[in-house]
């Protein structure tokens, strides 16, 4: 039978955290290049074990494939999250601003309006 938390405590345990530092559950790209990371050492030691059947070759390539994977999906996916993060930023303030400014003389959109009306 499952332990049924009680209305005090939290839903969760204690978070996932790997080699102690890295907290996957909670760091965004984290979970998905540790894994994507493993994959590739897999693939690639394996690979090359059965490509030369060099033991101690194959755990360094596989390490070496680990390291390359997991930093060729950190970096592009941290990338775009920090993009993704900006550009809801503009959106947020924007949206802000047109609620702060909307129908009053400071309106960008209503100088537009009546700047066209007047020329015609």
Request: glycine share 10%.
């Amino acid at each position: 039978m499952a332990a049924v938390p009680e209305q005090g405590e939290s839903g969760k345990g204690k978070p996932f955290k790997l080699l102690g530092i890295l907290d996957v559950e909670n760091i965004p790209c984290a979970r998905d290049s540790i894994l994507y990371g493993s994959f590739g050492s897999v693939v690639a030691g394996l690979g090359h074990f059965l490509l030369t059947s060099r033991i101690r070759r194959s755990c360094d390539v596989g390490v070496g494939g680990f390291i390359l994977v997991t930093l060729g999906c950190w970096f592009p996916c941290r990338y775009n999250h920090a993009k993704q993060r900006i550009q809801e930023r503009i959106a947020r303030e924007g949206i802000k601003n047109q609620i702060l400014y909307e129908s009053t003389h400071l309106d960008p959109q209503r100088k537009q309006i009546s700047s066209s009306s007047s020329s015609n």
